[in-house]
T-cell receptor, first 113, second 110 residues
Framework: SQTIHQWPATLVQPVGSPLSLECTVE??????LYWYRQAAGRGLQLLFY??????ISSEVPQNLSASRPQDRQFILSSKKLLLSDSGFYLC????????????FGPGTRLLVL | DQQVKQNSPSLSVQEGRISILNCDYT??????FLWYKKYPAEGPTFLIS?????DKNEDGRFTVFLNKSAKHLSLHIVPSQPGDSAVYFC?????????FGTGTRLQVFP
C-alpha cells in the first residue's frame, strides 16, 4: 500500500530564516506530487505541483519554491521566511494521468515569529 | 475569484439525523469532484468522489449528488454520528489539479 510522509510535524522559525520541508511517498512510482497551504480559517491553497522529476508548476507567486530531486521526493523551500508564511503545509500525491484522487500527508505546522 | 465555494462555514446536526453539506462551483470544465474530511492538525482524508458524467454516487452512509446545470454538489451523511464532526472540504478537478472550497465545519451532537 502507499504511504506518504512529511517532516517535521511542527516547526517554529524566526523571520528571515530559511525553510526546508520534505515529503516522500512510498509504494508507488511516478506519482503526481502537490504542496498545499492551509492558513488559519482558510481553505486549501495549491502552491506547487509536479508531474515528474524536475518538473514543477507554481500556482501562486510567493516567497516559496519547490523541487523534486527524486521520483518520490518533494521539497518545499524558502530562502527567507516571512510572517505571512505561517500556516499548515500539506503534501499530497496522486496517480498520474488526471481525474485521480489525491491523498494527503499528515502536514507540517509552521509558525514564523 | 473563488471557483469552488462552500457558503456555510458551519453546520450543527443531531446524532442520527441527516447532514447535508453544499458546494457550488463556477467552472463548467471541472470534470470530477471529491469530498474530504479533515480533523485539526491532520491531513484531509478522502471520502467520496463523483465524475461529471454521473449525478449520484453512494458509499455507505455517504452520498454525493451532482447537479451540473446548477453547478452544485452536495454531500449527504445518513445517519450522522459524533465521529463525523470535522471540517469537510469539497474539491473540483481540473486535469491534474484540484481546487478546494473553504470548508464547512460539521458538528454532530448527541
Amino acid at each position: 500500500s502507499q504511504t506518504i510522509h512529511q517532516w517535521p510535524a511542527t516547526l517554529v522559525q524566526p523571520v528571515g530564516s530559511p525553510l526546508s520541508l520534505e515529503c516522500t511517498v512510498e509504494g508507488t512510482s511516478n506519482p503526481n506530487l502537490y504542496w498545499y497551504r492551509q492558513a488559519a480559517g482558510r481553505g486549501l491553497q495549491l502552491l506547487f505541483y509536479s508531474v515528474g522529476i524536475g518538473q514543477i508548476s507554481s500556482e501562486v507567486p510567493q516567497n516559496l519554491s519547490a523541487s523534486r530531486p527524486q521520483d518520490r521526493q518533494f521539497i518545499l523551500s524558502s530562502k527567507k521566511l516571512l510572517l505571512s508564511d505561517s500556516g499548515f503545509y500539506l503534501c499530497a500525491w496522486s496517480v498520474s494521468g488526471g481525474q485521480e484522487t489525491q491523498y494527503f500527508g499528515p502536514g507540517t505546522r509552521l509558525l514564523v515569529l | 475569484d473563488q471557483q469552488v465555494k462552500q457558503n456555510s462555514p458551519s453546520l450543527s446536526v443531531q446524532e442520527g439525523r441527516i447532514s447535508i453539506l453544499n458546494c457550488d462551483y463556477t467552472n463548467s470544465m471541472f470534470d470530477y469532484f471529491l469530498w474530504y474530511k479533515k480533523y485539526p492538525a491532520e491531513g484531509p482524508t478522502f471520502l467520496i468522489s463523483i465524475s461529471s458524467i454521473k449525478d449520484k454516487n453512494e458509499d455507505g452512509r455517504f452520498t454525493v449528488f451532482l447537479n451540473k446545470s446548477a453547478k452544485h454538489l452536495s454531500l449527504h451523511i445518513v445517519p450522522s454520528q459524533p465521529g463525523d464532526s470535522a471540517v469537510y472540504f469539497c474539491a473540483a478537478g481540473d486535469t491534474d489539479k484540484l481546487i478546494f472550497g473553504t470548508g464547512t465545519r460539521l458538528q454532530v451532537f448527541p
